[in-house]
């Protein structure tokens, strides 16, 4: 672990303990300014439990291969399957 990668954990830390000393501050200012009810109006309009549930059980059974299916390339002369860099296969 080099220095700049401390330097930047300790800012962050004391930024973190900062925030929340002066969290009811905050949280005042984030009202008078509408970002709270507007949360809250996207939160009841488009996350509703249902929506929470099927998502978080969407990410649970999702195999951890999927995301590797997803970047499949096909080779640009034959149209095979690519498992490798490059822009050609072997063949």
Do not use: D
């Not at 059974?61 to 034959?78: I, K, Y």
């Amino acid at each position: 672990m080099n220095m700049a990668i401390r330097k930047i954990g300790v800012a962050g830390f004391v930024l973190g303990v900062l925030a929340m000393a002066n969290f009811a501050v905050i949280a005042h200012w984030l009202e008078e300014i509408g970002i709270i009810p507007w949360a809250q109006c996207i939160r009841e309009e488009y996350l509703p439990g249902p929506t929470l549930t099927v998502v978080a059980v969407m990410l649970i059974l999702l195999p951890s291969g999927a995301a590797v299916a997803l970047h499949v390339r096909r080779c640009r002369v034959c149209s095979c399957l690519m498992l490798r860099r490059g822009r050609y296969c072997c063949e």
